[in-house]
């Protein structure tokens, strides 16, 4: 049935183009529809009728053109204001196609694009007494490739090829239609140049009908490609535009031959001193790095190889002797070498003069000095019981006293370098005689009669003093206190005073004597002698009761003003002279009655020394 009906209709074409009915029917449709291989396409079609009459009789038929062959198929008829609409059967289209018709358009839509949907569709409207007009439209396809995968090759290019070498490849799969691909240096594109740069493409057709389009760069290399980044970067049409994308950027590795040659010290930073490791190393602006060999320029201008690992030279524990020049040069071109100069910082031990010690007499003086040999300035300080006491290689020790001698140190450092540093010593005896402490020659005392005083003598001298000690007036005293070292004697005696008394000390060694004296003058107890009477001692009671309360007070008050700070506790000054001070002091007042001869009173009055009460006994 449905195969009569389009052959009436075709048979109806024909009589009316035969017979030139007149009318007329304007078809209009896009000149492409662009769509992404599986979205759905919409590819509409216009239409205009001259004759009113016309519109209310008229069907379209949709048509596909092959590609290859160039005869067009029917994939779709439709009658206006009628239900005699079909898609074709049996068709590539069946099912995926939907057409609507209305008055002055129909629209073809169809699902899920394939590539080979990229063909002409044409748009046939037939207005029967109006007469037959078509339209075309080609649908394009596009689908955007993969995104571009650049490999740089893994060998190395040398400069000294004369020809470009290949660099690196460059692919974009899966697109359509084909892709182009651009090749940068550096974010500058690369322009094919005969003898600099080539540029090999190809593409490749999928399984899935899309195309893999490859791209080979050759490129005549320079050192300063060492660098260099390579990026390729594939442009293809979509829907209405053109985008691009781009790839990763790659090295590639550069050979090129050694012109310079470096050598350097590593380590130790700065200076270099006698005991460090020094470790130098060598390198050349080559690519591969080449193979070293280092040596030593002597005197005589002779080399001598020296056993190296790779680029690094190392040297244990340097002394003066390692330094010089020292040569790295390749092991397979003796033109391209390169020096460096080490110096080695050393300081010799502290020589001393006078050795160890010197023997000075009194009064006399004496030059010291110390050295130390060294490359670089030095700076020599003198030390005494850790003060110091001169600057410079030399001391001057002048009018030798005793308090000249001892150990003198000299410390010698490397302002430049402080980890360089020396000593030596030298140590100063001074001879000469007795010389007692203090200031006084003759000492004056004064001491009760019973009670016992220190006398003290030192004396300073080389060798040591002797002291000995002569008394008249006494022959009770002795030596509480004696005590002798290298230059010090010192000695304390204990003298009974009984009497006036006279005391000589006597120093001497071998270059000398000196002597102290001392006078003591002993003072007696007071005693009363006045006749006794009743009035009288009751008088003497009372006055030595008020004198009690009175001392009892004033010691009150005296110890109210020490605990208060106001009077301060011990003595200014040095003392040669100690007393040695008795358990006790003992006043004894005597009252004698001078009547008619009756019995004595007495009264004894004691006092213990340092006490503030005192007790009464009559």
Not at 193 to 217: C, F, H, I
Request: one cysteine or more.
């Amino acid at each position: 049935m449905a195969f009569q009906q389009r052959a009436a209709l075709l048979c109806l074409f024909l009589f009316l183009h035969a017979w030139n009915v007149r009318g007329g029917v304007e078809v209009t449709t896009h000149e492409s529809v662009e769509v992404y291989l599986g979205d759905s396409a919409e590819i509409q079609c216009r239409f205009n009728f001259t004759e009113a009459s016309a519109i209310r009789n008229f069907f379209v038929q949709w048509f596909v053109k092959d590609k290859d062959s160039g005869s067009r198929s029917r994939i779709y008829y439709g009658k206006y204001n009628t239900v005699d609409i079909a898609v074709d059967d049996d068709t590539e289209y069946s099912g995926r196609i939907n057409v609507t018709l209305d008055q002055h358009r129909t629209q073809l839509t169809l699902q899920e694009v394939q590539l080979s949907d990229e063909r002409e569709f044409i748009c046939q409207v037939n207005g029967v007494s109006a007469g037959a007009e078509e339209s075309k439209t080609h649908l394009r396809v596009f689908a955007p490739p993969d995104a571009p995968v650049i490999k740089s090759v893994q060998s190395g290019i040398s400069i000294t090829n004369e020809m470009p070498s290949k660099v690196a490849t460059c692919e974009a799969r899966n697109g359509f239609p084909k892709a182009n691909i651009t090749w940068y240096r550096n974010n500058m594109p690369l322009v094919p140049s005969a003898g600099r740069v080539n540029v090999w493409t190809g593409d490749t057709v999928e399984p899935n009908a899309l195309y893999s389009v490859q791209s080979t760069l050759e490129y005549l290399v320079v050192k300063e490609d060492q660098n260099a980044n390579f990026s390729c970067e594939v442009s293809f049409f979509v829907p209405g535009a053109i985008r691009t994308a781009e790839s990763s950027s790659v090295g590639i590795t550069v050979y090129y031959p050694t012109t310079m040659v470096e050598v350097w010290r590593e380590s130790p930073k700065g200076l270099v001193k006698e005991g460090d490791t020094v470790e130098l190393r060598c390198q050349g602006d080559g690519n591969p790095p080449p193979s070293f060999i280092f040596s030593k320029i002597e005197e005589d201008s002779v080399s001598v190889d020296l056993e190296s690992r790779s680029n690094v030279l190392m040297l244990q524990s340097v002394t003066r002797r390692d330094g010089g020049v020292y040569r790295c040069r390749l092991r397979d071109d003796d033109i391209q070498k390169g020096d460096m100069e080490l110096s080695v910082k050393y300081l010799d031990p502290a020589v001393v003069v006078p050795k160890e010690s010197e023997v000075m007499l009194k009064g006399e003086d004496l030059i010291a000095s110390c050295n130390a040999l060294s490359n670089l300035a030095t700076s020599t300080v003198w030390y005494k019981d850790g003060r110091m006491v001169g600057r410079g290689n030399t001391l001057h020790l002048q009018d030798a006293t005793y308090e000249t001698a001892g150990e003198y140190l000299c410390e010698v450092t490397v302002p430049e370098l402080p980890s360089l540093h020396t000593s030596g010593s030298v140590h100063i005896i001074v001879h000469g005689g007795p010389q007692l402490v203090g200031d006084e020659q003759e000492v004056h005392l004064e001491e009760a009669v019973g009670r016992s005083v220190n006398l003290s003598c030192e004396a300073r001298g080389h060798p040591a003093p002797s002291i000995t000690w002569i008394f008249v007036g006494s022959q009770s005293w002795h030596e509480v206190f004696s005590k002798s070292s290298e230059h010090v004697t010192r000695s304390v005696v204990s003298v009974a005073v009984n009497s006036d008394i006279s005391a000589v000390c006597n120093t001497s060694n071998d270059f000398g004597i000196d002597v102290k004296a001392f006078s003591i003058k002993a003072i007696p107890l007071v005693t009363s002698s006045a006749p006794f009477s009743p009035e009288g001692s009751g008088v003497i009671i009372v006055v030595i009761i008020l004198s009690l309360l009175l001392l009892a007070i004033l010691g009150s008050v005296l110890y109210f003003l020490h605990k208060k700070g106001k009077i301060p506790c011990g003595r200014s000054g040095k003392q040669a002279i100690s007393k040695e001070k008795t358990a006790k002091d003992d006043i004894v007042v005597e009252m004698k009655n001078n009547g008619n001869g009756k019995s004595e009173d007495a009264v004894l009055l004691k006092a213990v020394n340092g006490d503030k009460n005192g007790t009464s006994e009559q």
